[in-house]
């Protein structure tokens, strides 16, 4: 281990004993003053984005560290200035629930800041034991905070639900790379790659090994039949905890596929490119047919989760780098809108009552046309309604697909997004058209209010400049 190596790790390092920093000064702030937790928390994601960007990797350069267990690339210093970005617009929102739930606690900062040190390392991981390493600290926090109300039943249900499922998914992947390591004879991703290069086809160690990989990838991803634990896990955490598990984890695990199936995995591209076909295919289909049934926004904004998943997985199987750009692109936009779209929920709640029935948004525009505005975007962009920028993701995605030859599973994601289209629709319906139900005033925090309006306008504006953004996902794999 040299100094040099230590500075291709310095955000993580940062990260970690920030982590620890937050965890043991919130010990010494008194409840009235717990607000100096979240400031602490904030400042320390500003510092990560500026390391970040000093340390900014050149395009087409990859460096490995630490024998080879651990990447620096512009693909990875990229999904972790997002990540930064997300999870401050996570704690903003996070703030005002957790003071009108009582659960404004620090344990929330120090888990969502230890969840975040397990994406950046699976984001930089080399090795299959950098990997695991990430994943795991990803899922201990999860499940920690998906608990975080102690008092409610179904959060405690929903907690043991994620994490019987989420050690399930967790001992599915870990034996497909023990049976990789074990035809190889390396843990090392580079090294994996080349030994699928010269190995004999038709090894049934690999082929095993390589089924559980995607397995394990599509449990943690949602994907159809591997989905069951969503729907009930973002419908029984705290709000709060829905909004952090359904937009900063998905970055990780990206991060994770394209990490082990591009650059462990690649030469095996026609074995897992069917795989992920036949996945992209379910969950596109079931998620966007069973979230029209669904009355809870929670349990819909899921199955919409499993529908995008998807499309990402569209990205993913073409195994291209213009394909792993536009999976990137996508979960990326993804992440903003997912975050956006709680947020309104958040905002519609009072006293700790959470605002997650669809009737719960019936005649927002009356109440408060800007916030409508605010979640017509959002629910625009979802739809991939033109001129939004998910418009353009699903554009880049499906030409991926195009390119690899999957002109069906292409025309299925077209007719899947219009029946989308509905349910999100639907929101938009309720609060222009019907009467409200609720005469409790829209109020929250001004700086919940500036960082909303500017999630719901990016919707628009990052569609408009779409061209940047997907330049920047190109940039990462040119």
């Given at each position: ?41 904030l ?82 991981a ?49 034996f ?16 994996i ?65 394209i ?13 897992w ?27 819909m ?11 990402i ?36 709640s ?19 046309p ?43 994601a ?23 139900e ?29 061209s ?11």
């Open positions: 281990m040299s100094v040099s190596e230590l500075q291709l790790a310095l955000p993580e390092i940062f990260i970690a004993a920030m982590a620890c920093v937050v965890l043991v000064a919130d010990l010494f702030v008194t409840e009235s003053r717990r607000g100096l937790t979240h400031t602490l928390a400042m320390v994601l500003a510092f990560a984005v500026i390391i970040t960007l000093r340390m900014m990797t050149p395009a087409g350069e990859a460096v490995l560290a630490f024998s080879d267990t651990f990447v620096r690339d512009r693909f990875g210093d990229i999904v972790k200035l997002f990540a930064y970005l997300v999870l401050m617009g996570v704690f903003v929102y996070s703030k005002h629930f957790l003071r009108m739930a009582g659960l404004f606690k620090g344990e929330f900062y120090s888990l969502s800041l230890f969840a975040l040190l397990g994406v950046m390392i699976m984001i930089s080399g090795s299959l034991l950098t990997v695991y390493l990430g994943l795991e600290l990803l899922a201990l926090s999860s499940y920690a905070l998906v608990a975080l109300n102690r008092d409610s039943a179904s959060g405690a249900e929903a907690a043991m639900k994620y994490f019987i499922l989420g050690s399930l998914a967790s001992g599915i992947l870990l497909g790379m023990s049976l990789i390591y074990g035809a190889t004879g390396t843990l090392a991703l580079n090294e790659s080349s030994a699928l290069g010269q190995a004999a086809s038709g090894d049934a160690l690999l082929a095993f090994g390589l089924v559980f990989l995607v397995v394990g990838i599509a449990f943690k991803l949602g994907a159809v039949p591997f989905h069951m634990w969503l729907p009930d896990v973002y419908q029984g955490a705290p709000a709060a905890v829905t909004l952090l598990i359904a937009s900063l984890p998905k970055l990780g695990y990206l991060a994770l596929a990490r082990l199936l591009s650059d462990g995995m690649g030469p095996l591209h026609a074995d490119q069917m795989m992920l076909a036949v996945l992209a295919a379910l969950s596109m289909v079931l998620g966007n047919v069973v979230a029209i049934a669904q009355a809870n926004i929670k349990r904004l899921a199955y919409s989760t499993i529908s995008h998943v998807g499309f997985l569209l990205g993913l199987l073409a195994g291209t780098a213009a394909g792993y750009a536009a999976a990137t692109f996508y979960t990326i936009v993804y992440t903003l809108m997912s975050a956006g779209a709680f947020a309104m929920m958040i905002l519609l009072h006293q700790g009552v959470e605002a997650e029935n669809l009737d719960d948004f019936k005649g927002l525009a009356k109440r408060s800007w916030f409508a505005l605010v979640m017509l975007m959002l629910m625009f962009s979802l739809a991939g309604v033109p001129v939004f920028v998910s418009f353009f993701a699903k554009w880049q995605v499906i030409a991926a697909a195009i390119q690899a030859g999957f002109t069906g599973l292409s025309i299925l077209v007719v899947t997004a219009v029946i989308g289209a509905f349910y999100y629709l639907r929101v938009v319906k309720l609060m222009y058209f019907d009467d409200p609720n005469s409790t005033p829209v109020d929250a925090p001004f700086d919940f209010k500036a960082v909303l309006s500017i999630n719901g306008v990016a919707m628009l504006a990052l569609g408009i400049f779409s940047g953004l997907i330049s920047l996902c190109v940039s990462a794999f040119g």
